[in-house]
């Protein structure tokens, strides 16, 4: 079973070892900023690039020649900008269609019925391990992979 991993560089920084685990694990990597800036989709082009930039070196350090596959804008505010500059980086924009808002610690069992209430197939689910307290996301895994697996299997996005 694999996941995309959206990485924001400062706390690439703080826990390295932990992006090397989701390389050798086999996951696969997406950029979502230095700092989780909102708004970098509204700055010039060059500041995008510098901070995309910045973000991808962090994540190679931890982990050399590291494929990053993929681009999440903070928030989902894309811009065509933002979008562009991801792309000359070899980077390709990735959304999602199911949002449990786990972020907002609903419990484990909202989360769940909210996944396995959206999902369909080819979902991309977003799900969140920063942020404060995520015993309700980390609850909800299980039950949620389970009835995934039951219903479709599981299907990798590489
Ligand atoms: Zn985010």
Redesign the pocket.
């Known amino acids: 079973m694999r996941a995309t991993f959206?990485l924001?560089g400062t706390e690439v920084r703080k826990y390295p070892a932990l992006v090397a685990r989701i390389v050798r694990e086999g996951h696969t990597l997406c950029n979502?900023t230095w700092h989780?800036e909102l708004d970098l989709g509204t700055k010039p082009p060059a500041e995008i690039k510098a901070n995309l930039e910045a973000t991808n070196r962090e994540i190679r350090k931890a982990v050399p020649g590291a494929k990053i596959k993929f681009f999440?804008h903070?928030?989902g505010k894309w811009t065509p900008a933002a979008i562009a500059v991801a792309r000359d980086l070899g980077m390709i924009s990735l959304d999602w269609d199911v949002d449990p808002q786990d972020w907002a610690k609903p419990g484990a069992k909202a989360v769940h019925d909210r996944v396995i209430g959206a999902v369909r197939p080819g979902s991309i689910v977003l799900l969140?391990d920063?942020?404060g307290d995520r015993s309700g996301t980390l609850g909800a895994c299980p039950a949620v992979l389970r009835d995934l697996k039951r219903r479709y299997g599981i299907t990798l996005l590489r």
């Open positions: 959206c924001v979502h989780h999440r903070p928030g969140h920063g942020g």
